[in-house]
């Protein structure tokens, strides 16, 4: 055991260099072609070391909603499905996500070190760093003997930074067929894995008013702005109203000139859950001032969107995984702990598939989402070495781990 792991360490350099490679690759969900690119070289670096078998699937666009309330769809990029043992009495499935929040005409497009030990750049901790994580564990793990005894599927999904519309329901569909669940987002900043995470949920409303000449004609205009102020408002107002629950609205559009009244405004904000009960006093609250605002003549509100994510609450098969993660990193000389976190990712969807899961396995960095995110590049080794002896310990009891699956 401890030569497998320690052959890791001789990896650095060119985990490294890879790293550098892919993050300089921009991925923003909504750059096709630069996801396909980085899906392209992942998928071809893990059938290469791993000889597993390989599925390329093409998703569903996502749809956005302008703010005259007509449909705009973004194609996506593809997911990637890679296996190997699918009959072994442990099934372990590993998520890790091709796309980052930086759009294709992001400033940010080029790594830097900041010191020896710190590396700057898009994705690197989210999580670019995390998947070339779960490649070289897994390579690892492939020289044990006892890789015989435990069967993975990897899917790298390409829309997870926008809530995983498209893969939702292939994450779904392959919980079932696991046994737990191991996700390659970045660590806390303080290095801890999440615990409890909350649901979220997006939505867009539109108003449509009546546009009106500001000068001649203002008493016919109805407008949709003042409307959407009012809406705003409101919906800003149910902060603080339920324990966990918080809505921010984040954009705000809507008019062509000052001499028009407009008669178009939209508005998109975001909920995030703390249990799954919420998502209804959330809907109520919501359909209540949609009422309020429509009651207003000559002014209409639509709402669209919904929660994508139920929040992930610990239950006690979470807890058991939580704690040989904990174990495993002890081992290693590093104590780990979890703590809940307002956050969610691809670990909440497995979880409400029924699916047990630790989702911080990536690397160890901070800025996530900013220009000055950052991994500190030893964690690259380190956490391949974490996986690799979670897996070799699962491997060890099987049994233990496996569930009964339908
Ligand atoms: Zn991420």
Not at 160 to 172: F, K, N, Q, T, V
Request: charged content about 20%; overall charge negative; aromatic content about 4%.
């Amino acid at each position: 055991m401890n030569s497998l792991l320690n052959s890791i360490n001789e990896r650095q350099i060119p985990l490294t260099e890879t790293l550098v490679k892919l993050a300089e690759i921009n991925s923003g969900t909504l750059n096709r072609a630069g996801v396909n690119q980085i899906g392209g070289l992942l998928s071809e670096m893990f059938c290469a070391r791993l000889n597993c078998h390989h599925q390329q699937l093409s998703l569903p666009a996502y749809t956005l909603i302008r703010t005259d309330g007509t449909a705009v769809e973004h194609p996506l990029g593809d997911l990637h499905i890679l296996s190997k043992r699918p009959d072994a009495p442990l099934q372990v499935l590993l998520t890790g996500h091709l796309d980052t929040v930086f759009p294709e005409d992001s400033v940010f497009q080029q790594c830097q070190w900041l010191d020896e030990q710190t590396l700057q750049g898009p994705g690197v901790s989210d999580m670019k760093g995390g998947l070339l994580v779960m490649l070289e564990a897994l390579a690892a793990f492939e020289q044990s003997p006892l890789a015989q005894r435990i069967g993975w599927t990897v899917i790298l999904n390409p829309d997870e930074e926008i809530g995983s519309p498209s893969s939702a329901s292939i994450l779904a569909q392959q919980a079932e067929l696991h046994d737990l669940g191991m996700i390659y987002e970045p660590a806390l900043p303080n290095g801890q894995l999440a615990g409890e995470r909350k649901g979220s949920g997006n939505f867009t409303a539109i108003i449509a008013g009546v546009a009106a000449h500001a000068g001649r004609e203002h008493h016919r205009g109805r407008n949709a702005i003042c409307a959407m102020a009012e809406f705003i408002t409101a919906v800003d107002q149910l902060n603080g109203l339920r324990d966990g629950v918080t809505i921010n609205v984040g954009i705000v559009d809507g008019g062509v000139t000052t001499n028009q009244v407009p008669d178009q405004a939209r508005c998109r904000f975001n909920i995030r859950t703390r249990i799954s009960e919420d998502e209804r006093w959330c809907q109520q609250q919501l359909h209540r001032i949609e009422e309020q605002i429509n009651r207003k003549e000559g002014i209409s509100l639509t709402l669209h969107g919904g929660f994508g994510r139920s929040p992930k609450q610990l239950n006690p098969a979470h807890l058991a995984l939580f704690q040989l993660v904990a174990n495993c990193s002890a081992q290693l000389g590093v104590p780990l702990s979890w703590e809940p976190t307002g956050g969610c990712c691809d670990g909440n969807n497995l979880s409400a598939a029924g699916l047990p899961n630790v989702d911080t396995l990536g690397v160890l960095g901070g800025n996530i989402h900013s220009h000055q995110e950052f991994i500190k590049i030893s964690s690259l080794v380190e956490r391949a070495r974490l996986t690799t002896l979670i897996l070799l310990t699962l491997a060890e009891q099987p049994e233990t781990w496996s569930r009964a699956r339908t």
